[in-house]
């Protein structure tokens, strides 16, 4: 069974860079973003994810990488 987008489940069409604990959820333990295949997110919000998140991560708010 396909999981579904949780952007699309929930009725969210901005992803916000400032809104870090959405973008938390699609980041692994080591920092590194979670591919569309293993997350469910559709490739259209995959794409704005992935710029939310290096926003996040140029402004501070997201680290590049986990110790």
Do not use: T, W
Not at 28 to 45: E, F, L, T, W
Request: charged residues 25%.
């Amino acid at each position: 069974m396909k999981k579904q987008c949780y952007f699309s489940q929930n009725n969210i069409n901005h992803i916000d860079y400032k809104d870090v604990e959405v973008l938390k959820k699609f980041v692994n333990p080591h920092g590194r973003m979670i591919a569309s295949k293993y997350s469910g997110v559709s490739a259209r919000h995959q794409r704005k994810l992935a710029l939310a998140i290096k926003r996040a991560r140029f402004m501070g708010l997201l680290p590049y990488i986990a110790r």
